[in-house]
């Protein structure tokens, strides 16, 4: 049985009100970081991963889980992120990449290659920015 890495940091983290579409596909959860930085997808409930110059100058990470399923779970993430395949229109990009400070520990996460002027979060994960919003 074929086992991939999807590295999460928004709403299909464990306790966001999308981790129930990966959930049934989940084999084990692993928490991580990855290169990169957070933006508020304007007018939306999620985030957006960017990786740009912004983020590699300051070496930003951004915290989450790596969900370890199968290519059917991995169907189920690319269908909500609108990830269609390779020289596609996407909204995200799903590329490869490695973990920021686990050696060996790699997969595929969801990205976009700039903010789209959508505003930063000033955290490293994103629970953390949700609950600061909620709380005024």
Known sequence: MVTLRVFVYGSLLPGQYNHG?????????????VPGRLVEVTGQQYPALVRDEASARRQAVVRGCWLEVGFEGLAAMDALEDYCGIEESNDYIRVWTNDAFQAGLSGWVYLWESDRDCPPVLTDYWPEHRNQNKRG
């Open 21 to 33: 579409i990966a959930e049934p596909y989940i084999r084990s959860i692993v928490p991580g970081s």
